[in-house]
């Protein structure tokens, strides 16, 4: 069982820099693919970015790339999102999960724990 808890998400303005954090539970934390999604009002639920176990692979939406960077500190069963350049259409609820499989999944039915999630605003 792993937890997971978001936290970063905030009110920025257009152009923007925010760093969401999601600290995970538990003592295998780097067996896990981390991914990050987000959840605009009234949409469905979609993908941000996705890094393996390792962190040496990164995939990551059109429409975030070039912008949005993920990481992770294996040491503190931590995983990032840096987000840059931010637009309005940035805004939503952000969410980390994790997947136990061995792909690096880019879809939701992909991973096992879900976090609850971080708001993140952007005003124009």
């Known amino acids: 069982q792993v937890q997971l808890v978001e936290s970063g998400g905030a009110l920025v303005q257009a152009g923007g820099s925010l760093r969401l954090s999601c600290a995970a539970s538990g003592r295998t934390f780097s067996s896990y693919v981390m991914g990050w999604f987000r959840q605009a009002s009234g949409k469905e639920r979609e993908f941000v970015g996705t890094l393996d176990r390792s962190g040496g692979r990164t995939i990551y939406a059109d429409s975030v790339k070039g912008r949005f960077t993920i990481s992770r500190d294996n040491a503190k069963n931590t995983v990032y999102l840096q987000m840059n350049s931010l637009k309005p259409e940035d805004t939503a609820v952000y969410y980390c999960?994790?997947?136990?499989?061995?792909?690096?999944?880019?879809?939701?039915?992909?991973?096992?724990?879900w976090g609850q999630g971080t708001q993140v605003t952007v005003s124009s």
């Open positions: 999960a994790a997947s136990f499989g061995v792909a690096v999944p880019t879809t939701a039915r992909g991973y096992n724990y």
